[in-house]
């Protein structure tokens, strides 16, 4: 058992550790130098929307050629509608000047919102513009961030009608900002003096949630700089930033705000700040969140990017509102609904008593390799330890009499191999504790998963009755139960293939390939499942074991570590949480509390993969396990003042059983926005 002071320790280095995938923009799928599709090819794809809203700013594609790309979208997904013209709307248009494959290419637009829920999306290449996009044979369909998942995609060659082709992953990189886009008016010029921005009063109430910069004004080396006054008081001030910022900043109806912002330079003073400039108007009508608001011109006289800004009058005064050009400012809101719970994330730490890849023929990379399990209280061991055993090396070979998609059972002495009394073998590729599996040809995960009978598999669709093939032979001793493939051919492929699977006295089981072939369609699957059904964990890639790693199952299965909350974070009250599936080998926990998500998706680089860290580690409070599988925590809400801050937690449980490396497992995080109701 470790301290929990070295849990705490190592907890606080993770904010450190490089994420495997970003919390938030840009969402990026795969850019790819192979093309596919041709000129004028319409692609589509959904976006599903997992907070109330997000506004795209930019997107990058995979292209070839000149010419431009219209972007449509629909409500709903774009599954079922991708030859119906009815129900896309443009949204907007892109030129495209000498696009080369396999380097993005920036897509300028006027952004646009999308609301929570999926929406479809079409991109039409036109011109001399061609579409790079990649086969989804093998490469990932679904990408996602903390707030968007993208899942690709199919292509048709004329507008939105004709055939359907299909799966296709769109080359793209999606920057959005989190929130509902105000609309503000087009860039008209360029003004490089003071800081300008827009003004208005509050007639509704929502939440400021990211603030932005239009790229029109940048030059280079600069960052962006921020300042969102309200009723008169600076509510909000960042500077030396690389583009958006999220402020998390309550507004309530009647409060009078000014949202100011531009590019600084690295030695940012007087008459220094860079603006993306409106043409000059008395004043601008949009509405913030469904409800119509005025926009008029104001900002501060002196660059507020600047080391020595202050809002007392030294670094420049007040631009009270006026008619004139206004600055350019992307702001994002968000709805009021008071306290809220939002989850991020999942939990991980579920366990699955079974195990098993699923490759296609040609991508096989266990030639020559054994995949060793060996048992333990809790279920199976994995690592890659052993070789192919001769035939004949064990005992006289006994060959079976097996013909294509049949199976033979072989009666086993008492205490051969645990508790078998005999050992079901099907031709194509896998052995069970008795009948009832069937003799199925076409190796599926769900069947394997779902298979009445504990087995151990190889699967593939061999076939010894083919003229010419080797064949499937049986030798025992009081050891070793060996059963082998021997030069066995692939259905109607006639290269042979070898492969055993190696039960031993003590509980150990060895499956070893030799040469297999890679031709054929037929695909293979490689792993162990006891008796159905069972949870599916998903393709593992035995190779990574390879040479000296291990992995293990874990019986029975089980769900993964979950956080809820049983109240919201209202202000003045508590904020009450519950952990449930807390592991029975938990010693003790962590709770976790933070002002931030680190977005973190995979903690693999400390022996915790699958794990995310949905809270940023702020404070930690570390408990013992007194029993059960629930744990609950209280958590106080801060004071008014804080009304419409987002706080994050998670809990984290540390076991002495085989949980992962680290020895640790983490729940989803929950990010709890302060309210008043």
């Known amino acids: 058992m470790r301290l929990p002071a070295l849990l705490v320790a190592m907890l606080t280095a993770l904010p450190f550790l490089p994420s495997t995938a970003a919390a938030q923009s840009p969402l990026t799928t795969v850019f790819s130098s192979f093309a596919a599709g041709a000129i004028g090819d319409y692609l589509y794809f959904d976006l599903n929307v997992t ?24 409500t709903g997904t774009r599954l079922g509608n991708q030859a119906n013209p009815a129900g896309w709307t443009l949204r907007g248009t892109a030129t495209v000047t000498n696009a080369q494959a396999g380097v993005p290419t920036p897509l300028s637009f006027a952004p646009f919102s999308l609301g929570a829920g999926v929406t479809g999306i079409a991109l039409h290449a036109v011109g001399s513009v061609d579409h790079i996009i990649t086969n989804a044979i093998f490469t990932p369909t679904t990408v996602a961030t903390a707030e968007l998942t993208l899942n690709s995609g199919e292509v048709t060659a004329t507008p939105f009608g004709g055939g359907v082709f ?24 360029i003004y490089n003096a003071a800081s300008r921005g827009f003004h208005f009063t509050a007639a509704t109430d929502f939440v400021i949630r990211q603030l932005d910069l239009p790229a029109d004004a940048k030059q280079a080396g600069d960052t962006a700089s921020y300042l969102v006054r309200k009723n008169g008081a600076v509510a909000f001030r960042s500077v030396g930033n690389p583009g958006a910022v999220a402020p998390d900043l309550a507004i309530q109806i009647g409060d009078v705000v000014d949202v100011i912002g531009n590019w ?14 409106t043409a000059s108007m008395v004043s601008y009508a949009t509405t913030i969140q469904g409800v119509p608001h005025t926009l008029t011109r104001c900002g501060w006289q002196w660059d507020i990017g600047a080391a020595n800004w202050t809002p007392s009058g030294s670094t420049g005064g007040y631009l009270a509102p006026t008619s004139g050009q206004l600055g350019r400012i992307l702001m994002t ?3 009021p609904i008071g306290a809220s719970n939002t989850v991020l994330g ?40 052993g070789s192919l055993l001769p035939v004949g090396s064990v005992g006289t070979p006994v060959t079976l009499n097996l013909t294509d998609d049949s199976e033979v059972t072989v009666p086993l002495a008492p205490g051969a191999f645990l508790n078998w009394t005999g050992v079901t073998i099907c031709s194509n590729g896998f052995v069970s504790q008795a009948t009832g599996n069937g003799i199925g040809y076409q190796p599926s995960a769900s069947a394997m998963l779902n298979a009445p009978q504990t087995a151990f598999w190889a699967w ?25 493939w021997d030069g066995v051919h692939t259905f109607q492929d006639p290269t042979p293939s070898t492969m055993q699977i190696q039960l031993y006295f003590g509980g150990d089981v060895r499956i070893a390939f ?23 964990p998903g393709s593992f890639d035995f190779s990574s074991l390879f040479p000296f790693a291990e992995t293990f199952t874990q019986s029975p299965d089980a769900p993964a570590l979950a956080l809820t909350a049983s109240t919201r974070p209202v202000a003045g009250t508590s904020w009450n ?14 709770d976790i509390l933070g002002l931030s998500d680190p977005g973190i998706l995979d903690l693999a680089a400390i022996g915790m993969p699958g794990c995310q860290l949905r809270a940023s580690l702020d404070s930690l409070s570390v408990w013992a396990h007194a029993g059960g599988n629930t744990h609950g925590y209280s958590l106080p809400v801060p004071p008014l003042a804080l009304l419409g801050v987002s706080v994050y937690t998670a809990s984290a449980t540390f076991s002495n059983g085989p949980v992962n490396p680290f020895g640790a497992v983490i729940s989803n995080g929950i990010r709890g926005t302060i309210g008043n109701n």
């Not at 992953?169 to 989190?178: E, F």
């Not at 449930?580 to 962590?590: E, H, I, K, Q, W």
Request: proline share 8%; hydrophobic share 35%.
């Open 166 to 189: 299909g799966s296709w992953v769109v080359n793209t990189s999606i920057r959005y900002l989190v929130g509902d886009l105000t609309g503000i008016p087009p860039h008209n010029n």
């Open 51 to 74: 907070t109330p809203a997000i506004t795209l700013t930019g997107m990058d594609l995979n292209l070839l050629g000149s010419g431009s790309v219209q972007i449509y979208t629909r």
């Open 577 to 590: 949480l519950q952990l449930a599936n807390v592991p029975p080998s938990t010693v003790f926990g962590v």
């Open 460 to 484: 593939h669709d061999y076939n010894p009755a083919s003229p010419g093939s080797g064949q499937v032979k049986i030798e025992q001793s009081p050891q070793l139960t060996l059963i082998t």
């Open 264 to 277: 600084s330079p690295a030695a940012a003073g007087n008459f220094s700040a860079h603006n993306s400039y």
């Open 514 to 536: 030799g040469s297999v072939s890679a031709n054929g369609t037929s695909p293979h699957l490689v792993g162990y499942s006891p008796g159905g059904p069972n949870t599916d």
């Open 346 to 385: 999942t939990g991980c730490g579920q366990q699955f008593a079974s195990i098993y890849e699923l490759m296609a023929p040609a991508l096989f990379d266990l030639a020559n390799k054994v995949v060793h399990m060996y048992v333990t209280n809790y279920g199976w061991n994995i690592n890659m330890i």
């Open 333 to 335: 809101t968000e709805p």
